[in-house]
């Protein structure tokens, strides 16, 4: 049986292309955010953490938090509703502020050898930041937009979010792998 794509004969091409761009992305000179590294289920350490009642705890991790991260939001849109004629501020910024929590949280828990604590990335980023921020909020604000005959506002809206989501996690990222640079080049003094 055949490991990868490239080695089946009848793989489609587009496959076969799309492993070859993820192969080319992994020799690139530029740093790059980890695929989703604590399910690579091609790797067997990574399989053994969800069978059996690893798969319970995993479940049970990534759901606590995510308990937190919805609640969280919840209370934003609480001390913070959308008027019914108004701009949908609070889903804007939370899907901005969670964006660079999670640009902050990835280089600390899954760059330079932190695999060793795969539950913390589950519980925090899957979870909690994954129930704080929220696609489903942006989509239904943006249908609402748009309803109300508001198309330039709706295309701000969305144009505006995903942007300010793409520069808050690239911005954090960047800030927080600067700060790890930083404090090892201290600590080794």
Do not use: K
């Amino acid at each position: 049986m055949p490991e990868s794509v490239e080695e089946h004969p009848s793989a489609p091409s587009a496959a076969r292309a799309a492993v070859d761009r993820t192969q080319e992305h992994r020799s690139s000179p530029v740093p790059h955010e980890p695929i989703d590294p604590d399910v690579d289920l091609h790797q067997a350490a990574q399989r053994a953490e969800t069978a059996g009642a690893g798969l319970a705890l995993v479940l049970g991790v990534v759901a606590a938090g995510g308990v937190i991260g919805a609640l969280a939001r919840y209370a934003v849109t609480l001390a913070w509703p959308v008027t019914e004629d108004g701009f949908p501020w609070s889903t804007l910024a939370i899907n901005v502020f969670g964006s660079a929590l999670i640009g902050a949280l990835l280089p600390l828990v899954s760059e330079d050898g932190h695999q060793e604590r795969p539950l913390v990335r589950l519980f925090a980023g899957t979870g909690v930041l994954g129930g704080f921020t929220t696609f489903s909020a942006y989509a239904y604000d943006l249908r609402a937009l748009l309803v109300d005959d508001r198309a330039l506002l709706a295309l701000v809206y969305a144009v505006g979010t995903v942007v300010g989501c793409l520069v808050a996690v690239g911005l954090t990222a960047t800030a927080t792998r600067r700060a790890i640079a930083i404090h090892r080049r201290t600590a080794a003094g």
